[in-house]
């Protein structure tokens, strides 16, 4: 079962950052939070993950909490392409490990 | 392209025959997932094979299902007497090691009639 809660779905003007939050309290140590997104009729997209500091890529940031319970995806100047629906998910960095466990996601709605 | 290759990109077939559905991971990587996603629904793990070798399968995965990966390169994902219930879209991924992100193909999408 997935591990994180995000809201079912979120608007943004285009331009704007879009920021995209998930929960995951039951985090443990041992697990990354992991970010990918699924344009409509493709595969998911891997987008971003990190531990407990804060990452950036081409891509998108991500923030993590000190807590590590929540984190939030950002994506600083959305454009109509990055309409998707958006995944968190936690994955053990147990070696051998691998399976990633998607939720619902967020579907992410970005308006001209 | 290097990407993850899927074929076909859709198949209709009718209730009772079997399909076969093929994934050519990124050639260095030597992890190979499937998984099946329904309409609304996040995409679920099917089977993991780290080269040859199949290392984990879900519970979805069905007697009628099964899933090789010969010599660690391509894999195959076969599906015997089809029912309605199984038509989804079938996606494959692949990842070079541990940790990495994956990278899915655009997935085969199977409709049973």
């Known amino acids: 079962d997935a591990k994180t809660t995000q809201p079912t779905s979120m608007d943004c003007a285009e331009g704007r950052a879009a920021n995209l939050p998930c929960n995951h309290s039951t985090i443990s140590g041992n697990e990354y939070v992991y970010w990918y997104r699924q344009i409509h009729s493709q595969g998911p997209q891997y987008i971003i993950h990190?531990?407990?500091n804060n990452e950036t890529n081409e891509m998108a940031s991500l923030i993590i909490t000190e807590d590590r319970k929540s984190s939030t995806l950002i994506l600083p100047h959305a454009t109509l392409r990055d309409t998707a629906v958006y995944y968190c998910?936690?994955?053990?960095?147990?070696?051998?490990?691998?399976?990633?466990?998607f939720g619902q996601g967020t579907r992410l709605t970005i308006n001209p | 392209d290097t990407g993850v290759s899927q074929d076909p990109r859709h198949k209709i077939t009718k209730r009772g025959q079997n399909v076969t559905f093929r994934c050519d991971p990124i050639s260095e990587h030597n992890r190979l997932y499937w998984y099946r996603q329904t309409l609304g629904q996040g995409p679920e793990f099917l089977t993991y094979?780290?080269?040859?070798?199949?290392?984990?399968k879900s519970r979805l995965l069905s007697d009628r299902f099964s899933a090789e990966r010969p010599k660690g390169s391509f894999s195959t994902l076969e599906i015997q007497r089809t029912e309605q219930g199984d038509s989804a879209m079938y996606l494959c991924?692949?990842?070079?090691?541990?940790?990495?992100?994956?990278?899915f193909g655009s997935g085969t999408r199977l409709t049973v009639v």
């Open positions: 991924a692949s990842s070079l090691r541990d940790n990495y992100g994956y990278t």
């Open positions: 998910i936690v994955r053990p960095i147990l070696r051998g490990a691998q399976k990633l466990v």
């Open positions: 094979f780290q080269n040859e070798a199949q290392l984990e």
């Open positions: 990190g531990l407990k």
